[in-house]
């Protein structure tokens, strides 16, 4: 089993940033995909960004190309999204998940998720 806890949302003008954390616990080392979702109210949940535990390759949405980035620190077992020029579109629940096989973007296929932070971008 994997736990996974997310941390840094909250209130942000639009054209500012935010950096949010997703720490994982438990069978980590057997992690193959860790991603970024997000679900805006009334919506259905769409794929932000995913990164390989153990490798170099990142996926990212096209609507948000250019403005977040995923990273991972294996070290800490966490993963970032750093998200920049934020826009109150991007306004919603985001979660991470995790994934111990491959699953192609955009595919939710994933195997743990955590319990979701809300980013809020005011106008």
């Known amino acids: 089993q994997v736990q996974l806890v997310e941390s840094g949302g909250g209130l942000v003008q639009a054209g500012g940033s935010l950096r949010l954390s997703c720490a994982a616990s438990?069978?980590?080392?057997?992690?193959?995909?860790m991603g970024w979702f997000r679900q805006a109210p009334g919506m259905e949940r769409e794929f932000v960004s995913a990164?390989?535990?153990?490798?170099?390759?990142?996926f990212t949405a096209d609507s948000v190309k250019g403005r977040f980035t995923i990273s991972r620190d294996g070290a800490k077992n966490t993963v970032y999204l750093q998200m920049n020029s934020l826009k109150p579109e991007d306004t919603a629940v985001y979660y991470c998940?995790?994934?111990?096989?491959?699953?192609?973007?955009?595919?939710?296929?994933?195997?743990?998720w955590g319990q979701g932070t809300q980013v809020t971008v005011s106008s």
């Open positions: 990164i390989q535990w153990k490798g170099v390759s990142t």
């Open positions: 438990g069978r980590a080392s057997n992690l193959y995909l």
């Open positions: 998940a995790a994934a111990n096989t491959l699953t192609r973007p955009p595919n939710q296929n994933y195997d743990y």
